[in-house]
Protein backbone atom coordinates (compact mmCIF):
# COMPACT_ATOMS: atom_id res chain seq x y z
CA UNK A 1 0.00 0.00 0.00
CA UNK A 2 1.28 3.15 -0.92
CA UNK A 3 2.57 6.14 1.18
CA UNK A 4 -0.37 9.30 0.65
CA UNK A 5 2.31 12.29 0.90
CA UNK A 6 1.26 15.78 1.30
CA UNK A 7 3.50 19.02 1.35
CA UNK A 8 3.41 22.96 1.94
CA UNK A 9 3.61 23.58 -2.35
CA UNK A 10 0.85 21.09 -3.32
CA UNK A 11 -2.22 22.78 -4.88
CA UNK A 12 -5.53 22.02 -2.79
CA UNK A 13 -7.46 20.71 -5.84
CA UNK A 14 -4.57 18.31 -6.09
CA UNK A 15 -4.68 17.41 -2.52
CA UNK A 16 -8.24 16.88 -2.96
CA UNK A 17 -7.07 14.50 -6.13
CA UNK A 18 -5.05 12.93 -4.98
CA UNK A 19 -6.97 12.08 -2.03
CA UNK A 20 -9.88 10.60 -3.53
CA UNK A 21 -7.93 8.34 -6.11
CA UNK A 22 -5.85 6.71 -3.29
CA UNK A 23 -8.62 6.51 -0.55
CA UNK A 24 -12.31 6.57 -2.70
CA UNK A 25 -13.51 9.15 -0.16
CA UNK A 26 -13.96 12.72 -0.60
CA UNK A 27 -11.69 15.02 0.77
CA UNK A 28 -12.94 18.68 2.57
CA UNK A 29 -10.31 21.35 3.35
CA UNK A 30 -10.77 24.42 5.24
CA UNK A 31 -9.72 27.81 5.31
CA UNK A 32 -10.96 28.96 8.79
CA UNK A 33 -14.70 28.04 8.42
CA UNK A 34 -14.71 28.46 4.18
CA UNK A 35 -13.92 25.24 2.00
CA UNK A 36 -10.32 26.28 0.91
CA UNK A 37 -10.06 27.22 -2.80
CA UNK A 38 -8.85 24.35 -5.20
CA UNK A 39 -6.11 27.28 -6.67
CA UNK A 40 -4.85 27.98 -3.08
CA UNK A 41 -1.89 25.82 -1.91
CA UNK A 42 -1.56 24.17 1.70
CA UNK A 43 1.30 26.53 2.49
CA UNK A 44 -0.64 29.51 1.42
CA UNK A 45 -3.98 28.58 4.04
CA UNK A 46 -1.62 26.81 6.71
CA UNK A 47 -2.25 28.20 9.91
CA UNK A 48 1.42 27.61 11.16
CA UNK A 49 5.12 28.10 9.63
CA UNK A 50 5.30 25.41 7.64
CA UNK A 51 8.72 24.10 8.07
CA UNK A 52 10.76 23.30 5.04
CA UNK A 53 10.30 19.40 4.02
CA UNK A 54 7.24 18.99 6.59
CA UNK A 55 4.68 16.63 5.17
CA UNK A 56 2.09 14.62 6.41
CA UNK A 57 2.23 11.20 5.42
CA UNK A 58 -0.78 8.03 5.53
CA UNK A 59 -1.64 4.90 3.97
CA UNK A 60 -4.72 2.86 3.92
CA UNK A 61 -4.69 1.69 7.26
CA UNK A 62 -4.36 5.48 8.78
CA UNK A 63 -7.90 6.11 10.78
CA UNK A 64 -9.50 9.15 9.64
CA UNK A 65 -9.21 10.79 13.44
CA UNK A 66 -5.55 10.84 12.96
CA UNK A 67 -5.23 11.96 9.36
CA UNK A 68 -7.43 14.85 10.75
CA UNK A 69 -5.22 15.44 13.59
CA UNK A 70 -2.08 15.44 11.66
CA UNK A 71 -3.18 17.65 9.05
CA UNK A 72 -4.31 20.02 11.99
CA UNK A 73 -1.23 19.66 14.14
CA UNK A 74 1.45 20.11 10.91
CA UNK A 75 -0.48 22.72 9.02
CA UNK A 76 -3.12 24.32 10.81
CA UNK A 77 -5.24 23.33 8.62
CA UNK A 78 -8.60 21.86 9.33
CA UNK A 79 -10.09 19.05 7.18
CA UNK A 80 -12.66 16.72 7.18
CA UNK A 81 -13.22 13.51 4.97
CA UNK A 82 -16.79 12.81 3.49
CA UNK A 83 -17.62 9.51 1.52
CA UNK A 84 -17.49 9.50 -1.76
CA UNK A 85 -20.31 10.91 -2.90
CA UNK A 86 -19.12 14.02 -0.42
CA UNK A 87 -22.99 13.30 1.02
CA UNK A 88 -21.98 12.66 4.60
CA UNK A 89 -18.98 12.63 7.24
CA UNK A 90 -17.27 9.22 8.01
CA UNK A 91 -16.70 7.63 10.87
CA UNK A 92 -13.51 8.68 12.59
CA UNK A 93 -12.49 5.37 13.87
CA UNK A 94 -12.50 4.09 9.96
CA UNK A 95 -9.58 3.92 8.29
CA UNK A 96 -8.71 5.82 5.23
CA UNK A 97 -9.62 2.29 2.92
CA UNK A 98 -12.92 1.85 4.70
CA UNK A 99 -13.59 5.74 4.25
CA UNK A 100 -13.84 5.15 0.86
CA UNK A 101 -16.80 2.58 1.16
CA UNK A 102 -18.82 3.95 3.63
Known amino acids: MADFNIAGRMKISTL?????SS???TLRVYNGVKFADDDDTVGKIAKKTVSRGSEVKAN???KVSTF???MKDTYGIKVQIANSSDSDLVDNSL???ASGKA
Open 95 to 97: SLT
Open 68 to 70: EKA
Open 16 to 20: KSNFK
Open 23 to 25: FGS
Open 60 to 62: GHT
